[in-house]
């Protein structure tokens, strides 16, 4: 069966998109959330590049398109991305992004959608092809917008989504890796001196494989973060460090800690950032109620974005929440403190009074206990242009966004 490289893979996806959007045609995408972590970015492409390879759709000539669920324009702010990218001879100019749709609704006569490390499609995309959701693999609370004739209907708790797209996809993997012959060395790649068949193939599936690596690595802290490696990401981990090893090129000198450690130290370079940038590199946003969430992820302390922020973080996170039309706006951090140990804090702003600020009273009532929140004593130069604001040290080190979001979704109901 021919293979591919991962990148003539992507090159190929992208212009079978643009002629399907000429055509008025048919489309089957894959996408990851609209934070768009390596996580999703990596998911989408390791699940779209395996089923595209299966003997039945190459017969068709059928894609599975990987979508990256963000402007073209926003993928600058993804260092780590870069950083892993480069080790399936990519880079971020390859990835099929929101601009490539063009406008929305797309001009297609049908699509299909699987989502990949979230189980309800958000935005514009959201309100036109919700219903037109055929698949689901996800770590997150389930959120039943997925119906449940999906195939696959994959929801459930890991460490990272990578690992349920790779042991979801393993079988079917095999069966491409051992039946397959090499196309060569599309797009000017160069064999590098390996010129067999099964030297092109061994080395795609490595690299494929170290796209999906490098996300459970960074998702489980190098698989030492107890309260969220599973099963699921040691499965993962064995299959995809098992593909790695099978190719002489990519699997000679490879170390798991250098890996991880060249990863994230890119992911935690966000100095050169502006603050506005800093906050929406990692974003999510919801509808509940009423009321407009967004919650950012930042690798940094709130005293950092405090001293970084030309007038303090809070008169920055009120212009990025009023710029994306938010009432409610938290920043979760996660980071090293000054001992070397992990820490998480939570800063939450109501823009509103009204029903607004009590959803935010009523998060704190209700889950502070939970998520062992205490107030933190970071000083703040401004708090103008609020209704309410609490910045918290959260001790409930395992609960990230896929937690904390939910509650406070549940406090604006």
Sequence with gaps: MVRMSVRTFLVKAKQNLQQTLKNNGEASFVIGNESADLDSITSAIVYGYIQ???????RAQKFYIPVT??????????????ALLKHAAISPSDLITLDDLESIPLNLSKSSWTL?????????????????????????????????????RLITKSGSCSSLVANHCRDVWDVVASSSSAIGAALGQSSDGLTDDAAFTTTWDAQLAKLGLGSVLIDTVN???????????????????????????????????????????????????????????????????????????VVKPIAWLEKKAEKGVVDESVKFAKSRGLKLFAIMTAFTNESGEFARQLLLIALEGGKVKEAAER????????????????????????????????????ASRKRVAPLLREAMR
């Excluded at 036109?128 to 698949?135: I, L, M, N, P």
């Design 52 to 58: 595209t390879s299966t003997l039945e759709s190459m």
């Design 363 to 398: 998060f704190s009532k209700q889950c502070t206990e939970e998520l062992k929140l205490q107030n933190d004593s970071v000083q703040l130069a401004s708090r103008d242009g609020v209704a309410w604001i609490q910045c918290w040290e959260q001790k409930n080190l395992a």
């Design 69 to 82: 669920n963000i402007p073209a324009s926003d993928l600058s702010l993804r260092p780590e991305l870069t």
């Design 223 to 297: 698989m030492t973060a107890e309260h969220k490696v599973t099963e699921h990401d040691k499965k993962a981990v064995r299959y995809l460090e098992a593909r790695i090893n099978a190719s002489p090129r990519v699997g000679k000198g490879y170390d798991r800690d250098r890996f991880f450690t060249e990863i994230n130290d890119a992911k935690s370079d966000v100095d050169s950032l502006s603050v506005r940038d800093v906050l929406r590199k990692d974003y999510k946003q919801w509808s509940e109620g009423g009321i407009e969430l967004g919650v950012t992820s």
């Design 116 to 152: 990949v490390d979230h189980n309800a499609l958000q935005g514009a995309l959201g309100q036109h092809y919700r219903a037109s959701v055929t698949g689901c693999i996800d770590h997150h609370d389930d959120e039943h917008h997925v119906p449940s004739t999906a195939e696959p």
